[in-house]
């Protein structure tokens, strides 16, 4: 049985996806460093450093079904080391005297930071696309919506109207910032590592840079300029990059639950029946994905923290701090696809109120509209004055729970230089939006400009 919330048959599909946890299981990391090997072998013989047939005998060989991963966690156990039982265990099963020649030249660190390397791309490439998949999402949101009036607000207070289509193009403007941060990441950072002990290459012989080369192209990665088994800043801007999609998605799950409160009720996660909300109250309702984004968020933000331990490698190599990055990055990659994975469910399924969000302007009685009202009255009595004289009307209506149109009509200063026809028009939130449809337009089409330049996943 599992021991952690990613892979517990109870709890993981609140932690993790299926696709994430196939892509990191312990197959999978296993397979990534038996290609590494097979890959390096098969570069050597065509440099004819080994034998062709040595080659062609480890990459028929280097399958994870060839080996016994009982052997393999039970020879970590006894030597303490992590890779040598794997290579063993493939030197066994490979026939004659050809397994003598796996791993030639390469150090652990090598095998395993390109291993975890590769595992973290096919991961990036799936978060990239289900975050594409996420703004198109936001994208018809705000289309549809560019003109829906809502309450805006600040400090978790009503502020002053704006249109639901604004509020999802803050969401699709932070997230399209997510995925050209995601494009830079995928230029630089995914590299392999075959550089030997210290990184000069010297076991690798006089063909040392063609061999890892060659061997780091085979396998998908692109080639580093220097060994960077203790610089560990790809995997630093890797992580904050991921952490930042992770607390985007976050903020708008915990922004969609605040809005499917029962006094608010502007937005839902759609309902399926059958989903039970409380063992103990039946009629509830929760947000569960909007939650869930929120809790995985917070998860994923600590891991990246952790992920920047390793930048402080020392040497050439450090096994200490290198060790970190084995939990804390592939944590940040697998919360994040979870993260990216329900986001997609939720918005591309978000059940949107334009009636609630009507009538909540009106919670305040006028209140929400003192700000026109104020400005208004400042272009007759000064911008301050009338700051100072709306404010004591707002407190009063506050205070009665009246209404504000009343309470500024028995304002001699306000009666005197506002007629109550204009006050009518001042009070209607529908006419203070701003620019808020103009903002909502301007997002999307510059969005969808920039998706046409994106590559595929």
């Known amino acids: 049985m599992a021991c952690n919330m990613l892979d517990s048959l109870l709890f993981r599909n609140v932690f993790s996806t299926p696709t994430m946890r196939k892509i990191f299981d312990d197959k999978a990391i296993l397979q990534n460093w038996l290609d590494i090997e097979a890959a390096l072998a098969q570069t050597q013989a065509e440099l004819d450093i080994i034998p062709k047939e040595a080659a062609e005998e480890i990459t028929r060989k280097a399958k994870v079904e060839n080996l016994n991963i009982s052997e393999i966690e039970e020879g970590i156990n006894a030597i303490g080391h992590s890779l040598v039982p794997t290579l063993r265990n493939l030197q066994k099963v490979c026939d004659g005297n050809y397994g003598e020649y796996i791993h030639l030249g390469a150090t652990t660190q090598d095998i395993i930071d390109t291993g975890f390397m590769m595992a973290i791309k096919r991961g990036f490439q799936v978060i990239y696309q289900d975050l594409r998949d996420v703004e198109e999402a936001v994208l018809q949101l705000t289309d549809q919506y560019a003109d829906t009036v809502m309450a805006g607000r600040t400090h978790s207070q009503q502020a002053i109207p ?18 050209e941060r995601m494009k830079e990441c995928r230029k630089r950072d995914f590299v392999g590592e075959l550089a030997g002990a210290v ?30 088994h203790s610089s560990r800043d790809r995997m630093a801007e890797i992580v904050s990059v991921l ?127 003192s700000e026109p009202v104020m400005l208004k009255l400042g272009e007759k009595v000064g911008k301050q004055t009338a700051h100072e004289i709306i404010y004591e009307i707002s407190m009063d209506t506050f205070e009665e729970n009246a209404d504000f149109f009343d309470k500024l009509k028995e304002n001699k200063i306000v009666s005197d230089n506002i007629s109550g026809k204009e006050l009518k028009e001042l009070l209607d939130p529908t006419a203070y939006t701003g620019k808020s449809s103009y903002f909502a337009h301007r997002v999307s089409e510059n969005i969808k400009r920039a998706r046409l330049n994106d590559e595929s996943a």
């Open 162 to 179: 704006i249109t639901f289509g604004y509020k999802t193009a803050v969401w699709a403007s932070e997230i399209r910032r997510d995925i």
């Open 243 to 369: 952490g930042m999609v992770s607390c985007t998605l976050g903020k708008i799950g915990n922004e969609v639950a605040s809005l499917q409160q029962t006094e608010t009720a502007e937005l839902a996660e759609k309902f399926k029946k059958g989903a039970v909300g409380s063992s103990t109250m039946p009629h509830k309702r929760n947000p569960v994905i909007p939650e869930t984004l929120h809790t995985l968020a917070r998860l994923a933000k600590s891991s990246m923290s952790a992920s920047f331990e390793s930048m402080f490698s020392e040497h050439e190599r450090d096994g200490a701090l290198w060790k970190i990055e084995w939990k804390s990055v592939n944590e940040v990659v697998i919360l994040t696809g979870a993260i990216a994975a329900k986001a997609k469910k939720l918005l591309g399924n978000l059940t949107v109120d334009p009636e609630r969000m009507r009538r909540n302007l009106d919670l305040l009685k006028g209140l929400m509209m």
């Open 199 to 228: 990184g000069t290459m010297a076991g690798f012989g006089d063909r040392a840079v063609e061999v890892s080369d060659r061997t780091i192209l085979r396998l998908g990665l692109d080639i580093p300029e220097i060994a960077w």
